[in-house]
Nanobody, 112 residues
Framework: QLQLVESGGGLVQPGGSLRLSCTSFGDTLDYYAIGWFRQAPGKERERVSCIASSSTNTDYAEDVKGRFTISRDKAKNTVYLQMNSLKPEDTAVYYC?????WGKGTLVTVSS
């Protein structure tokens, strides 16, 4: 069973930045494609970005392209989601996922 842990969420003003982290303390993430998803209040969970196990392929939802960047640090066994130019509509609980396993999420609130 893959155990994923997200961190890095918080309160940020519009236009600000946050970096989310997804790590596993019991497994090496190198072998897995990792996806970041988010769920806003009253809405369905949606995919934000994903990165292949090789890290050569990445994908982004249209509304985050150019603002978010997904990356992998194998030495730290961590996948990051760098979020810039944040908007109030980015407010959500952000989850990482791989092979059907989910973390518990980290809350991102974008508000002035």
């Amino acid at each position: 069973q893959l155990q994923l842990v997200e961190s890095g969420g918080g309160l940020v003003q519009p236009g600000g930045s946050l970096r989310l982290s997804c790590t596993s303390f019991g497994d090496t993430l190198d072998y897995y494609a990792i996806g970041w998803f988010r769920q806003a209040p009253g809405k369905e969970r949606e995919r934000v970005s994903c990165i292949a196990s090789s890290s050569t392929n990445t994908d982004y939802a249209e509304d985050v392209k150019g603002r978010f960047t997904i990356s992998r640090d194998k030495a730290k066994n961590t996948v990051y989601l760098q979020m810039n130019s944040l908007k109030p509509e980015d407010t959500a609980v952000y989850y990482c996922n791989s092979m059907g396993y989910w973390g518990k999420g980290t809350l991102v609130t974008v508000s002035s």
